[in-house]
């Protein structure tokens, strides 16, 4: 079951519509130039997780591509109405979206959309995933270059990540590592990438330099608070490849599957550390309560 929620002018907590029934304009820009931006969020017992994270990163999407959104209220009414109209759930996967709206009109369409998460993200949690190093197409220094190939913002043309992990699903593989043509390690197509290492006692976490093109990951935000609450060196890359096999372990990390531990890379094996995935995942929960 889909709940869906417009923000409306004319209704305080947004209006609820049927998600079975077309309910946008086929000339919006969102459908017709993937013109619009998103963030998907996880709700726990009916509070979101992260909100004011998401909202700030919505903001800043928004910002990026000069689109005027709703406030931060608005959402936060509309989520609530989701999220009380939903049968009760333990989780939740809570999208919020915004397109440009209807050719001419210029406001734009905004929803909320409230659905069970599906069984994957839980199944990858806990058995691991095997990923391909893709090539992203681009170097690690064009998203300073080129503010308008909107690299650091979470925009609605995801049919290229979309593409990537049907190409990983082809060969075998459960997702994707991008890589840059400078030979830098990325993200995924739907998460950030982060490496433990463990050398002399002292613990380190490293995801790659947010500047290289990367979506800054709500995830990553929360997670390197806590860990270094907890003792964690934290490090911004550069990453290349090899730092990935030399790590003691490897994941895939994002809003609803979590800590997604890589277990090989192009059908190379990697450590695994059932420990360090625990604790980790433990700092995550810790740090997205908010
Ligand atoms: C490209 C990309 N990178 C990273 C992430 C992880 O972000 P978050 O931790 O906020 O879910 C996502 C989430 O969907 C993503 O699409």
């Known amino acids: 079951m889909t709940v869906l929620v417009f923000l409306d002018p ?9 998600a079975s029934k077309p309910q946008l304009m086929a000339t919006d820009q969102g459908v017709t130039r993937g013109d619009g931006i998103f963030e998907t969020m996880l709700a726990v017992d009916g509070t979101p997780r992260k909100l004011s994270a998401h909202l700030a990163r919505l903001a800043a999407s928004a910002e990026a591509m000069d689109l005027v959104i709703p406030p931060a209220p608005a959402w936060e009414r ?11 759930a333990t989780e939740l996967v809570v999208r919020l979206l915004v397109t440009r709206g209807v050719e001419g009109a ?38 300073e270059r080129a503010p308008w190939l909107l690299l650091g913002a979470k925009t609605l043309s995801y ?3 979309m593409a990537a992990l049907r ?22 197509p739907t998460s950030t990438v982060l490496i433990a290492t463990v050398r002399d006692g002292v613990k380190t976490l490293t995801t790659p330099l947010l500047e290289s093109g990367v979506l800054p990951g709500t995830s990553q935000g929360a997670l390197f608070k806590t860990a270094a609450e907890a003792g964690w060196h934290l490090g911004y890359g550069p990453l290349e490849p090899h730092d990935l096999f030399e790590a003691d372990a490897v994941w895939l990390v994002s809003s609803i599957r979590l800590m997604a531990p890589v277990r090989s890379i192009d059908g190379k094996e990697i450590p695994v550390s059932r420990e360090l995935t625990e604790e980790l995942t433990a700092l995550l929960v810790k740090g997205s309560r908010d």
């Open 10 to 18: 004319d209704h305080e907590n947004g209006r609820v519509a049927d």
């Open 78 to 88: 509309a989520i609530a109405t989701a999220l009380a109209e939903h049968p009760p």
């Open 106 to 143: 210029g406001t734009p369409t905004a929803w909320v959309q409230a659905s069970a998460p599906g069984t994957s993200g839980r199944q990858q949690r806990e058995t691991g995933i095997e990923v391909l190093l893709l090539d992203r197409g681009y170097d690690s220094s064009v998203a």
């Open 159 to 161: 049919a290229v990540n």
């Open 167 to 188: 190409y990983a699903k082809k060969q075998g593989a459960d997702d994707v590592i991008f890589t840059s043509s400078d030979g830098r390690v990325l993200e995924g």
